[in-house]
């Protein structure tokens, strides 16, 4: 079968819901009926929700697992440059012929009903799971928690909660105590639970519903404790201390989601070593990852080139902290970035770092916030703002006044992705 195949499935689904984003269970609920409940034939559930982290998290947790010789699904959104990254099949990104068997006979037994295109990947990607063995589904909620399509496991093995910061209020709530009650939707009764360090006000919502459902917390600081020391990633609970390696995805964040993710394993009994390959072999794409060939470094060869698709106020924070850790060096921002986010919020924290920012519009996004509209939001911050039709034109300006700048292109996952077509 061609690529194509897929992909006009895929275009397909995209019709049968008006909205993007319709948080609600009953559809999901009624496709896994139809399909005959293949939630309830997986093998032990992860399920990770969260602001921040979840992607690298998940990552990092599959690394120990599969280095330990298990056989992980792993579900992830959004993908970047192919749908199938979405989908990881006992390690394997899904095959275009598994891929749109798994959709065809989903859009099928939708019978045209309404329905999101999130919400009837997600069943694929449940569908494809509960049909080929491994030892483990790793499940990273797309949005929120209590109403993600994720959400359909009645007895998961662990769930993990990442941090959470105010993001998506238009669908989460007001507040980050709103936002923290729908990412507790996922606990479980009695599912233990590992947990990162929150604002207070997250915290309180998290504990009183596990609480209600007698949820065994594992929680950063209490349980466990993780620290950048010297370079290194320590980590200590009641099993004993671990002295390993930085991890491999770049931020001081990562030290944090390095710890939930040890957190994670040592809970399922994994040793020592599947922890350090946690570590030490995660991957995970567009999170400050130093572009190393493609177009654009073939047209300014003395330049540096940062990708990163973080995109709300905690984004721009870490990113900001990821800079500090790089050698000195001119660095200007080529930034675009959805109609629904803070953008005030991402750039403040890089104020300090940027000797410019150049808005585009992310190529291919109806949402995409206008690039007159991100530079502005850059002007008033006080960064020396402009735009560009291109990143490619962005980069040429850039790089004829400077050659030898690092640029970070950021903003968005959805412009990083389409970087990443051409760059990955």
């Not at 293949?38 to 990552?59: F, R, Y």
């Not at 507040?175 to 990412?183: C, D, L, P, Q, S």
Request: charged content about 20%.
């Amino acid at each position: 079968m061609s690529a194509v195949t897929s992909d006009i499935i895929l275009d397909r689904m995209m019709a049968l819901h008006p909205k993007i984003i319709d948080l609600t269970l009953d559809r999901v609920w009624r496709l896994l009926d139809r399909l005959g409940n293949p939630q309830n034939d997986l093998p032990p559930v992860i399920h990770i929700a969260g602001t921040n982290g979840k992607g690298s998290t998940q990552a990092m947790i599959r690394a120990g697992l599969e280095a330990a010789g298990s056989r992980v699904h792993a579900y992830t959104s959004p993908h970047l440059a192919r749908f199938h990254e979405r989908i990881r099949l006992a390690g394997e990104l899904i095959s275009e012929d598994q891929l749109t068997e798994v959709l065809d006979e989903c859009y099928a037994a939708n019978g045209g009903d309404s329905i999101t295109y999130f919400e009837i990947t997600t069943v694929a990607a449940i569908l494809a799971f509960a049909r080929t063995p491994a030892d483990f589904v790793l499940l990273e909620v797309g949005l929120g928690g209590r109403l993600d399509a994720t959400n359909v496991v009645e007895q998961p093995a662990l769930t993990i909660i990442t941090p959470v910061s105010y993001d998506h209020p238009q669908f989460l709530g007001e507040t980050v105590a709103e936002i923290a009650g729908e990412k507790a939707g996922i606990l479980k009764r009695r599912v233990p639970c590992i947990v990162a360090r929150q604002q207070d006000d997250a915290a309180g919502v998290i504990e009183a519903r596990a609480a209600r459902l007698s949820v065994p917390l594992i929680a950063e600081g209490q349980h466990w404790h993780v620290a950048e020391e010297r370079g290194r990633t320590v980590y200590q609970d009641d099993r004993g201390l671990l002295d390993l390696p930085a991890p491999s995805l770049m931020g001081a964040h990562q030290f944090q989601n390095a710890g939930v993710a040890i957190a994670a394993l040592r809970h399922l009994g994994f040793d020592d070593t599947a922890c350090e390959a946690a570590v030490t072999r995660a991957v995970w794409p567009a999170r400050m990852q130093k572009l190393k060939t493609g177009p654009l470094l073939d047209s300014a060869p003395e330049a540096e080139f940062w990708l990163d698709g973080g995109h709300n106020a905690a984004c721009g924070e870490t990113l900001a902290e990821s800079l500090t850790r790089l050698p000195e060096r001119e660095t200007h921002l080529v930034c675009g970035m959805m109609n629904t986010k803070d953008v005030a919020g991402y750039l403040m924290p890089l104020v300090p770092h940027a000797a410019s920012l150049t808005g585009v519009s992310i190529p291919g996004e109806t949402n995409t916030l206008p690039a007159e509209d991100t530079a502005g939001h850059a002007a008033r911050a006080g960064i020396p703002a402009s735009t560009a039709e291109t990143v490619a034109k962005a980069v040429a300006t850039i790089t004829a006044a400077n050659p030898k700048a690092r640029i970070l292109i950021c903003g968005s996952l959805y412009l990083a992705g389409s970087i990443l077509k051409t760059h990955g």
